[in-house]
Structures are given as structure tokens and as C-alpha cells.
């Protein structure tokens, strides 16, 4: 169990030091890189929904865009943190 521990923390530190060089690798940049069409679809998809002309509110820049700008890294570190932490306090 203690070389799981020793793996979960040092994923934690490699993925927390790679944002650390790397911040503008988020979801939506990523997603851009792989297949941009999808993307922009999805944008037309939620703007011209049947929700959006009920909420009354730009459910695209308050919702997706916060979502789409979320470091990748950062959060594969705090992934790797909670489940060492998880390890930790179990054994």
C-alpha cells in the first residue's frame, strides 16, 4: 500500500509542477485542438436551445465558458491529491 501512496503522491506533484509551466492547457483549448467543429456546434446547440429561451439568462458565458477555461492539469492534480488523501486516511 505505501507504493500506491508513493505513486498517487508523486502523480499528484508532477501534474500540480506541469501546470505549474503549462496554465493555459485547459478543456476548451484542448478541445479546440482536437476537433474545433464539435465545439462550435456545441455552442450553437446550448445558444439556440429550448432552456435557454425559458431561463432568460446567456446559459453559454455563465455556465460553459467557466467550464471550458478549467486548467486540464490542475485538475488531474487534485484528482491524484484526493485519491492519496483517500488512501491515506483508509490504511
Known amino acids: ?3 500506491i501512496k508513493f505513486i498517487f503522491f508523486i502523480n499528484f506533484l508532477i501534474f500540480l509542477i506541469l501546470h505549474k509551466l503549462n496554465e493555459s492547457l485547459t478543456i476548451g483549448a484542448k478541445w ?3 476537433h474545433i467543429n464539435s465545439l462550435i456546434g456545441l455552442q450553437k446547440l446550448i445558444e439556440s436551445s429550448f432552456i435557454q429561451s425559458k431561463i432568460d439568462t446567456i446559459i453559454w458565458y455563465s455556465v460553459f465558458i ?3 477555461n478549467t486548467p486540464i492539469l490542475f485538475i488531474l492534480a487534485l484528482f491524484f491529491m484526493f485519491i492519496f488523501i483517500f488512501i491515506f486516511l483508509k490504511y
Open 1 to 3: 500500500m505505501k507504493i
Open 66 to 68: 467557466p467550464i471550458l
Open 32 to 34: 479546440a485542438d482536437i
